[in-house]
């Protein structure tokens, strides 16, 4: 009966067989076809992953090192004398011997004299300030120190600023350039690992700026994220898993938990600026606020590991605690919770990392300030590490596109470990039934 | 001074803890049987002083500081504070905060001095009052435990009902947390539509959120339609997802159907660094790489770019997004059952075949609500716009022109302002509304589209 409903194009005495062979080839190169266009959007994927770390690095290294310049300083008992410490003239004796290694300036010159002076950080004048009034007995003396150049110098070392543009283009002059030039020459010049940048806070001036107020304040936010969103999402999760009854109340709350989840980050920095800062009056930038924020937005993620950790729970170990007298307390709290607890670490550890990258509440919470110390307790101003690379994105000074590279990387860092941590404790301590 | 409560809680509840195990252990050891573990009894009374007592500290330092404000600015003398705005009240109570701190600038007005006098005076007070309060509850609540210890007192019970109670307070955190945002949204929205209507807000193509500084200043008039911020954030939209859509199914077909298991196991977690990174990194990274080299693309075939072309915000989130649909789609394409692939491979279907012809239509409700998650996810996105979109609301769907976006608009009316009462922050608390409502509806349709199919298979 088959033979009859062929289609017209096809000659009658052809078998189904040979019909199927002879389209098959065509219908293997669709499906290959298929194949190849899932790679290609896989390594798309691959390829944008790469793009962005290569990107990252390849601007970030640079601020991992700060070209600094060795002086010969000669702390003169007139420009600094001991009874007026701790003010001084501590810039002019940083020029001074400046001058006396740059060649053929004149810094009797006001005008030159201020253009060799602002090859020095401007941080420079500080540092040997609070090493006179460390050590009094400095005054008088010659000490070498190492101080850091100043941003533009800093590029023109590493290489960024290229000699070869128009000087008009150029942000350092050629006549800048021979200074510094010779100063290279005479071996002044070196390149150390950068230790402003994990000692400082944020500062206006690229070369001094460094992230630790930042790291500060994110780990404020992040123990007060823990020490609330740990204990009300344990609590929680064992209530809905363990004891609730099926009812209206506890469908709805566990309705209420999925959403949590999936509301934008930016509606809990309006919640926490309305409530938090508005009605119960905490101070604005505070990490403990932040924390209280982030932990709300924690708290979902933590509920909803540790139920999957405590379901994975043989119940045979909850029925044999039952059969020997247990309460129903005794059985979570000294059978069940403890044989989940590497899953619900994982899961906590896990929401802990992603509230540690969160921007936007934060940005709401006013926790962008320009503060140049850290917070040394959680109701101090300070600034987060995500926000601290917004902030340093938005900065104008050339300096600190690497410095927010650099920055990203110590980001992505601590991300890794305590990914790194949750999935070794998942390994490690994880039984399987 | 804030330690001293917290110290003295911790040392009432080892104290009592320690009494009442002691008072247990002695009647157990005296011959009789006791109903509760010693423990219980310890236990018992540590968590009745330490509830009640750390509420009361709690809450007692949140109040304390509105309260204080209250009374110093209360207590200030007639006539300092008429005809100053809210900004200026608080501007005054700042400054007698840094004068009770001590910071003086120039001479601040006797009043003001004596403010901070009273400021100061009565936050010791508030000291001294709540350690007296934390150690008279916790000496009243150790004897009341103390009392209750008797040979059949059921301390487990006991133990076991504050224990329940707490964690029941637990889940309902998450309730609250969701009352709090609509009661805080929807107040702050009324305040705002006191101010402006809302057919203006709703149906207005015009957004110029700015206020006049002063009474008399000309074409200073604010005017907050949502309408082209909306359109911006739908087109951003719209190019995250033809970014993210395609990559992200593609992958998921391929990983489901195609892959080496080892490929697989390599391929999967690499994703997933795609949505672990954090959105202000993906910000960072479309104003360095991406948004330039759209813009000297463009330039170089003749098209005229912005430089915060939405096409740059709009296809860093889609790379963003790829993990998510692509996740959601291989747990769709998963979930079909094996009995249609075996039936479609029966029936003589290349595995190419099996897959656009029975697995995908079979598995499209559940990767349709994957889409729509995700897109409600680009909606709610706020980093990766805020770094790299524009800042003007236009009224345009050209991808290349620069947009912006409603959770942008939010930020950027918020940043670095204090007060509450002028239409220019609260509108940011209007939008707020509208991306909460927006992206409720879309996560309860998308998840409703995802559960019902999931029951059809099961």
Request: aromatic share 8%; charged share 15%.
């Amino acid at each position: 009966m088959t033979d009859f409903t062929t289609g017209a194009g096809v000659p009658r005495n052809t078998t189904s067989t040979e019909l199927v062979a002879a389209s098959l080839k065509r219908r293997r190169r669709k499906q290959s076809r298929l194949q190849w266009i899932g790679l290609g959007a896989i390594s798309v994927a691959f390829l944008m992953l790469f793009i962005l770390v290569s990107s990252l690095i390849s601007t970030g290294w640079q601020a991992f090192t700060q070209t600094h310049v060795t002086l010969e300083v000669y702390v003169d008992p007139e420009e600094i004398p001991v009874d007026r410490l701790p003010r001084g003239g501590f810039d002019d004796a940083l020029a001074a011997s400046l001058g006396k290694m740059v060649p053929g300036v004149d810094m009797s010159d006001r005008k030159t004299a201020r253009a060799v002076e602002s090859i020095l950080s401007n941080g420079a004048q500080f540092s040997l300030r609070d090493m006179v009034v460390a050590d009094p007995d400095l005054i008088g003396q010659t000490i070498t120190m190492k101080v850091p150049v100043s941003d533009p110098y800093d590029q023109l070392n590493k290489g960024l600023i290229e000699r070869e543009t128009p000087e008009e283009n150029r942000r350092v002059k050629n006549n800048e350039i021979a200074w510094f030039d010779a100063l290279v020459a005479q071996g002044a010049i070196s390149k150390p690992f950068n230790l402003a940048l994990f000692k400082n806070a944020d500062s206006r001036f690229p070369e001094q700026a460094g992230l630790k107020g930042a790291l500060v304040g994110s780990f404020w936010a992040l123990l007060t994220c823990f020490l609330i969103a740990f204990p009300l999402g344990i609590g929680s999760a064992i209530y809905l898993e363990e004891f609730a009854p099926k009812n209206k109340l506890s469908d709805f709350i566990e309705v209420n938990i999925n959403n949590l989840a999936a509301v934008p980050s930016v509606v809990f920095g309006l919640l926490a600026l309305a409530v938090f800062i508005g009605w119960f009056g905490l101070p604005r930038s505070a990490p403990f606020v932040g924390g209280l924020t982030l932990a709300l937005m924690t708290m979902p993620t933590i509920i909803i590991a540790t139920r999957a950790a405590l379901k994975a729970v043989p119940p045979s170990i909850r029925e044999a605690a039952l059969g020997l007298g247990a309460s129903r307390q005794q059985v979570v709290f000294q059978h069940v919770l403890p044989l989940a607890m590497p899953g619900v670490l994982t899961g906590t550890i896990i929401g802990l990392a992603q509230a540690l990258g969160e921007t936007a509440p934060l940005l709401l919470i006013g926790m962008n300030a320009f503060i140049t110390s850290a917070a040394s307790s959680p109701f101090d101003s300070a600034t987060a590490l995500p926000t601290q690379i917004f902030i340093w994105a938005d900065s104008p000074e050339r300096g600190f596109v690497s410095r927010t590279s650099a920055a990203i990387l110590v980001l992505l860092g601590f991300l890794v470990i305590m990914n790194a941590i949750a999935i070794y404790l998942r390994q490690k301590f994880e039984r399987k039934w | 001074m804030t330690t001293l409560p917290f110290l003295l809680l911790i040392l009432a509840v080892i104290v009592g803890y320690v009494l009442n195990r002691v008072a247990a252990k002695t009647i157990r050891d005296g011959g009789n049987r006791l109903h509760s573990m010693t423990s219980y009894h310890g236990m018992f009374s540590a968590l009745l002083i330490l509830v009640p007592v750390l509420t009361f500290i709690l809450l007692w330092l949140v109040l304390r500081g509105p309260v204080i404000d209250g009374m110093v600015m209360g207590g200030l003398p007639d006539g300092v504070l008429v005809d100053l705005d809210s900004g200026g009240v608080q501007l005054v109570l700042a400054e007698i905060k840094s004068v009770s701190r001590g910071q003086v600038f120039g001479t601040p007005e006797d009043w003001k001095i004596a403010a901070a006098d009273r400021f100061v005076i009565l936050h010791q007070r508030a000291d001294w009052l709540l350690i007296a309060a934390v150690a008279a509850i916790s000496l009243l609540l150790m004897g009341f435990a103390r009392s209750r210890v008797t040979a059949d007192f059921r301390a487990r019970q006991g133990v076991e009902g504050i224990v329940s109670g707490l964690m029941i307070f637990c889940s309902t955190v998450a309730i609250f947390t969701t009352i709090g945002i609509i009661v805080s949204l929807t107040y702050e929205t009324f305040r705002f539509l006191e101010a402006v209507p809302l057919t203006d807000f709703l149906f207005g193509v015009n957004w110029e959120p700015q206020i006049p500084l002063r009474e008399d200043q000309i074409a200073a008039e604010g005017a907050f339609g949502w309408l082209p911020v909306f359109l911006g954030t739908i087109v951003i939209t719209v190019v995250a997802l033809v970014v993210a859509v395609p990559i992200g199914l593609f992958s998921a077909i391929y990983l489901n159907e195609f892959a080496p298991r080892k490929l697989r196991s390599v391929v999967k977690p690499v994703l997933e660094i795609l949505a672990g990174v954090p959105t202000v990194v993906y910000g960072f990274f479309a104003i360095l790489v991406v948004a330039p080299a759209i813009r000297s693309l463009g330039q170089s075939i003749g098209l005229d770019v912005a430089p915060n072309t939405a096409l740059a915000a709009g296809g860093v989130m889609g790379i963003m997004l790829i993990p998510f649909i692509s996740s959601f789609a291989d747990d769709a394409l998963s979930a079909v059952p094996q009995t249609l692939r075996d039936g479609a491979l029966g029936l003589g279907a290349t595995r190419g075949e099996m897959m656009t012809t029975v697995l995908f239509p079979a598995a499209l409700p559940g990767i349709v609500g994957g889409v729509l998650l995700a897109v409600s996810r680009a909606i709610g996105e706020t980093m990766i716009v805020v770094m790299a979109a524009g800042l003007i609301a236009k009224l345009t769907i050209n991808p290349l022109d620069s947009v912006t976006t409603v959770t942008v608009q939010i930020v950027t009316l918020l940043i670095g302002d204090t007060s509450f009462d002028n239409p220019k922050t609260l509108a940011a608390f209007a939008l707020g509304m509208m991306l909460f409502l927006v992206t409720l509806m879309i996560n309860i349709f998308a998840l409703r589209i995802v559960r019902k199919y999931r029951e059809a298979y099961d």
